[in-house]
């Protein structure tokens, strides 16, 4: 079966640059949730959207922004990185905004 | 605001030991809990979830029971093995009255379970 797929898998970057994590729900899935986990932390809910518009907003930073498109599909935008975002950022889906929670299996960023 | 509580870990165990994991809550409405696992490099697995007062969940020989008396969800195996050797994720996720889940979860701490032969 189809599950939640995210790109790239591992990203490097350097402090102050940007970078943008890709999310593409199960198909049909018509909500996507993000989540950062820091080293050794729990995941931390950042922001989901259910058909296309922002549906709960977490602890994400102002340097931060997200979106869901037509696809579905969505994308985290993360500008003026610091060493403190290096994580593991995961994405999840659902079926409407009640259902179980699938997750990808998570995009590593490591701010040098 | 929601929050979960899991004991302090990491715990080690030997192949065939009786594995417990503490898990208690404090949430508004009335919560639906899950019991998610994190196997090396991967992303988290659903392993089992109650949505109401003193049901059940199981999966893999694993199992809690939603107590709403305590609020807990203790995670519970009557015998481990090695490929059980992970971290364990305790979440909640609130409810309305009328059931219906909102999709948001809170985790817990995690719990590393390392399993020796």
């Known amino acids: 079966a189809a599950g939640v797929i995210q790109s790239p898998r591992h990203l490097i970057k350097e402090k102050r640059e940007t970078a943008t994590l890709k999310c593409y729900p199960i198909?049909?899935?018509?909500?996507v949730y993000w989540y950062q986990q820091g080293p050794g932390q729990d995941p931390q809910f950042l922001i989901s959207?259910?058909?296309?518009?922002?549906?709960d907003k977490g602890s994400i930073p102002d340097r931060f922004s997200a979106q869901q498109f037509s696809d579905y599909h969505s994308e985290l935008n993360m500008s003026s990185l610091e060493l403190g975002d290096s994580a593991l950022y995961f994405c999840?889906?659902?079926?409407?905004?009640?259902?179980?929670?699938?997750f990808g299996e998570g995009s590593r960023l490591t701010v040098l | 605001g929601n929050s979960v509580t899991q004991m302090e870990g990491p715990v080690t165990l030997s192949e065939e030991a009786f594995l417990t994991i503490n898990c208690t809550y404090t949430?508004?409405?009335?919560?639906?809990l899950f019991w998610y696992v994190q196997y090396p490099g991967e992303g988290l697995q659903l392993l089992l979830k109650?949505?109401?007062?003193?049901d059940k969940g199981s999966n893999k020989g694993f199992e809690a029971t939603y107590r709403k008396e305590t609020t807990s969800f203790h995670l519970e195996k009557g015998s481990v093995q090695v490929s059980d050797s992970a971290v364990y994720f305790c979440?909640?996720?609130?409810?309305?009255?009328?059931?219906?889940?909102?999709?948001?979860?809170?985790f817990g701490q995690g719990t590393i379970l390392t399993v020796h032969p």
């Open positions: 999840a889906s659902s079926l409407e905004d009640a259902g179980e929670l699938f």
């Open positions: 198909p049909r899935h018509d909500t």
């Open positions: 959207f259910y058909e296309k518009m922002q549906s």
């Open positions: 949430a508004t409405g009335y919560p639906s």
């Open positions: 109650a949505t109401k007062a003193d």
């Open positions: 979440a909640l996720s609130d409810q309305d009255a009328g059931g219906t889940s909102y999709g948001k979860l809170t």
